[in-house]
Nanobody, 123 residues
Framework: VQLQASGGGLVQAGGSLRLLCTASGFSFDDYAVGWFRQAPGKEREFVAAINERGRFTDYADSVKGRFTVSRDNAKNTAYLQMSSLKPEDTAVYYC?????????????????WGKGTQVTVSS
């Protein structure tokens, strides 16, 4: 089983990045996907989630209207499109796979965690 976040990098404030979460070794389309982030010295926090078919989504208030989560089950990949980035979005971003999209934000029911990707937003 492997879950890998990628696509991070250095971007100026106001810019955009698209993160990818690539899965292998399990039935990706049976799982909801969540995105989380952890900034230095802070606890990990929920960012966004999407259900198995991509019909339902959930966002943290801090990213609503700026970030969009999506998925392509044919490619075993989920995406996090990040726009209007702010310096406070700087963090390591992780993706996770769980059984229920409604509870992913509380990290309940998560079966798999991926390795993170660094996002740095300069002011």
């Amino acid at each position: 089983v492997q879950l890998q976040a990628s696509g991070g990098g250095l971007v100026q404030a106001g810019g955009s990045l698209r993160l990818l979460c690539t899965a292998s070794g399990f039935s990706f389309d049976d799982y909801a996907v969540g995105w989380f982030r952890q900034a230095p010295g802070k606890e990990r926090e929920f960012v966004a989630a999407i259900n198995e078919r991509g019909r339902f989504t959930d966002y943290a208030d801090s990213v609503k209207g700026r970030f969009t989560v999506s998925r392509d089950n044919a490619k075993n990949t989920a995406y996090l499109q990040m726009s209007s980035l702010k310096p406070e979005d700087t963090a390591v971003y992780y993706c996770a796979a769980g059984r229920t999209w409604r509870t992913i934000r509380s990290e309940y029911g998560i079966d798999y965690w991926g390795k993170g990707t660094q996002v740095t937003v300069s002011s």
